[in-house]
């Protein structure tokens, strides 16, 4: 029973980091390809918020799978240091959890807030 506990707290573990180096992978080609737009006069401050905010759901969901790992390994890690670490760990991920999901929030709003601006100016 140990062995599976461990091998899924692994398992997870493996997957965040999947999710976070996918996410990274995508956000430095949009990125890339973002900055070449420079040359030929398509660059856009919206796509590199688009990839900003993209990166940001990536790293929040791979932040998610840490913390699931790190609960499911407190079930055979029973001592009180074990239990602090984890726990110490957990709140860590959480409260950079919360702040990247606000900084994300804020940024769409923002956007959004670009937008209708944008819009405004085009009906004058």
Known sequence: MDEIIINTSYTIS???????AY????????????????????????R???VKINFGYYLLLGLDF??????????LENTMQDLMILGLS?????????????EINEDEEFRQKI???IKKEGKD
Not at 14 to 20: A, M, N, R, Y
Not at 23 to 37: D, H, K, Q, T
Not at 66 to 75: E, H, K
């Open 14 to 20: 493996i997957l965040s980091l999947v999710v976070i």
């Open 115 to 117: 937008d209708e601006e």
């Open 90 to 102: 957990v709140v860590i991920r959480t409260l950079l959890s919360f702040f990247l999901g606000r």
């Open 23 to 46: 996410g990274s992978v995508l956000a430095v080609l949009y990125f890339i390809n973002n900055e070449l737009g420079r040359f030929s006069g398509k660059f856009s401050m919206k």
């Open 48 to 50: 590199l918020n688009f």
């Open 66 to 75: 840490l913390i699931a790992a790190d609960v499911v390994r407190t079930i």
